[in-house]
Nanobody
Framework: QVKPVESGGGLVQAGGSLRLSCAAS????????MAWFRQAPGKDREFVAA????????YYTDSVKGQFTISRDNAQNTVYLQMNSLKPEDTAVYYC???????????????WGQGTQVTVSS
């Protein structure tokens, strides 16, 4: 089972960048698609981006296309989210998770990690 631990969040000014990391324990990490989600204050958790097991294919929610990039390093059991041109509306707790099916971001496996807080000031 993949257990994620997110890190890399922080406080950044609008227009700035952050790179989030998700270190996932478990020897089967490389066979799973991975995804990032976020939850803003008072809102439901939403899908952000997903990447397949190979790292060659990814897709994003429309609001972050061209702004965020998901990647992974299977040798390090880590998935990343590079976030550029950050906006105040990107403020949220960010979570990663393994997916049972790459194209189905609702097929999350296991429990949520603790997440990492991203705060974008205007």
């Amino acid at each position: 089972q993949v257990k994620p631990v997110e890190s890399g969040g922080g406080l950044v000014q609008a227009g700035g960048s952050l790179r989030l990391s998700c270190a996932a324990s478990g020897r089967t990490f490389s066979i799973y698609a991975m995804a990032w989600f976020r939850q803003a204050p008072g809102k439901d958790r939403e899908f952000v981006a997903a990447i397949d097991w190979s790292g060659f294919n990814a897709y994003y929610t429309d609001s972050v296309k061209g702004q965020f990039t998901i990647s992974r390093d299977n040798a390090q059991n880590t998935v990343y989210l590079q976030m550029n041109s950050l906006k105040p509306e990107d403020t949220a707790v960010y979570y990663c998770a393994a997916l049972n099916r790459y194209r189905d971001y609702e097929s999350r496996l296991g429990s949520w990690g603790q997440g990492t807080q991203v705060t974008v000031s205007s």
